[in-house]
């Protein structure tokens, strides 16, 4: 590995990783490979301290006790919010960003509190929410819908320091009931969306990709695939 190697942590995978989640790291890296930069993933596993000075970071999705886990871990070795303090950019996916959040309470109505990245809580709604999502996102330079699968009991609630990543188009989102989906605060941001997110979702994955590596444009790729995944889901959204 270089020194200019670009380092993706994928954060408690053995934990949090349902849904095939660590694909979102996988996306980046083959993005970044594409432009001709050197890329590593990196996996911070329940038996390793979380580092601070990985270039991005990526956590998944999970049920309760193995959130509940990551967030025991993610107390104890604080590296991610020094990273997050420090500016580097952190995808957090579903239980993710419950755990992120200042609490959440599981399914059993207990409740955890989380690290507080994010300022946000989760409680348990009487549904839960399965199914495509797609939402107009929010921040500057992101143009295209969004679009995942959710599933989630939780729902979140934003603080005033807390923006949304998008405006539900289709399906729940956060769920609280105020059309918001996602979460962003500084350089880290949350979503529900599922797929994995960045193989559906490519601007947000350079998004996250040119703040990693703190350039303003990356080169276009063309990949006709992804074109058609995007609206092969979209349609799929849109049939409901
Ligand atoms: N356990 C959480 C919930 O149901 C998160 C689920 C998930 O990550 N898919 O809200």
Redo the contacts with the bound molecule.
């Keep these: 590995m270089s020194e200019s190697t670009l380092r993706i942590g994928l954060v408690l995978p053995d934990v949090m990783g349902?849904?095939g989640d660590g694909g979102n790291a996988l996306i980046l890296r083959q993005r970044a490979r594409m432009r001709g930069i050197d890329a590593e993933i990196i996996s911070i596993t329940l038996d390793d301290e979380v580092p601070e000075s990985l270039d991005v970071y990526t956590l998944g999705?999970?049920?309760?006790y193995a959130?509940r886990l990551a967030t025991r871990h993610l107390t104890r070795f604080p590296g991610l919010q020094r990273a997050a303090a420090a500016g580097r950019p952190v995808l957090a996916?579903?239980?993710a960003i419950?755990v992120l959040g200042h609490w959440y309470e599981t399914?059993a109505g207990e409740r955890v509190e989380g690290i507080s990245l994010f300022d946000l809580t989760?409680s348990?709604q009487e549904r839960?929410s399965i199914g495509e999502l797609v939402t107009e996102p929010t921040p500057d330079g992101l143009t295209e819908p969004l679009s995942g699968f959710e599933?989630?009991?939780?729902g979140t609630l934003l603080g005033s320091d807390a923006r949304p990543l998008g405006r539900v188009r289709h399906g729940v989102g956060n769920g609280v009931g105020d059309g918001t989906e996602g979460v962003v605060q500084g350089s880290v941001l949350g979503t529900y969306m599922?797929g994995p997110a960045l193989a559906r979702n490519p601007q947000l994955a350079d998004h996250l990709l040119k703040r990693a590596l703190g350039v303003d444009t990356l080169a276009p790729l063309d990949l006709p695939q992804v074109d058609r995944l995007r609206t092969e889901r979209l349609a799929a959204a849109r049939r409901g």
């Design positions: 349902t849904y999705g999970a049920e309760d959130q996916i579903c239980a419950q399914s989760t348990p839960r599933n989630h009991r939780g599922h």
